[in-house]
């Protein structure tokens, strides 16, 4: 009896975490981490459509208040203006209002919001509220797991605040954007889950797309990505994305890595 109860706990466990799959690279999925939990990141970025090669460093902390309420807190910094420094930071928060639970199958549904500020001239017409526009965005991710593999799609739109000293006379002056994603991922290993310490593989394939409403000017990029978990509680991600449509000129994201870190601490708050 005693066996039988320490496996329902655990099963209860790993079914309340976001599963292996729904850990976006590139987007965030509409589940959120573990009540009571803290999460720290390192991210660096890579651009190569930058005259020359530029990175950007996001340290990143994340906090799950309960099981339908966590934020982030990131700071940027990068060398794109010549020199490495700090950009600026962004708060964002995500609240789940729709949980439908079956055996091996989930829907999750949530709503978002982010605000960020920025110190970086404006050259571009693409809004990128991670690092270079200060602005507010809003939107909704759905989110469908199917045993191993797990489907999401995000809708957002993002407002970029005017601020006359960073703006370039002659270069784009963004104020607002519509973002959409689709993202896909599938648990690679283990073939069988025998306990929350074998490592997960996971391989991500995710399509990220914004329109400038004003303009009509539009873009497309695909963002394939592989994803290893230690422990349940390590997280390793490489990513790559590239431009495969659209319009928009001058975007620093449009050939990107993306290399992160991820460390977990759960059940660490009161």
Known sequence: MKQILVLALMLIGVYNTVAAQELYVFTEPASNMPTKSIGVRITNEGMFNYPG????????????????????????????????????????????????????????????????????PTYTRDINLEGDNSGVQGGLIFTQLLHKLALSST???????????RQIAGMPQPKNMLSYSLSSGYLVLPVVYKDYKQPNFNVYLELLGKTDPSSGQSY???????????????????GYRFQVAGSMTGRYTKNMYLLRAEFNFFNVLK
């Not at 055996?103 to 709503?111: M, T, V």
Request: proline residues 2%.
């Open 53 to 120: 090669y530029v990175s950007r460093t996001i340290p990143e902390v994340m906090i799950g208040f309960n099981k339908n309420l966590m934020m982030h807190a990131q700071a940027f910094l990068s060398d794109m203006d010549k020199k490495y420094r700090l950009e600026g930071g962004s708060l964002y928060a995500k609240y789940r209002f729709l949980s439908l639970d079956e055996a091996h199958s989930h829907f999750r549904a949530s709503a978002f919001g982010r605000v960020s500020t920025s110190k970086r």
């Open 155 to 165: 809708l957002g739109y993002a407002h970029a605040f005017e601020n006359s000293d």
């Open 220 to 238: 497309l990029d695909i963002a394939p990505a592989v994803q290893m978990i230690i422990n349940s509680k390590t997280r390793i991600d490489f």
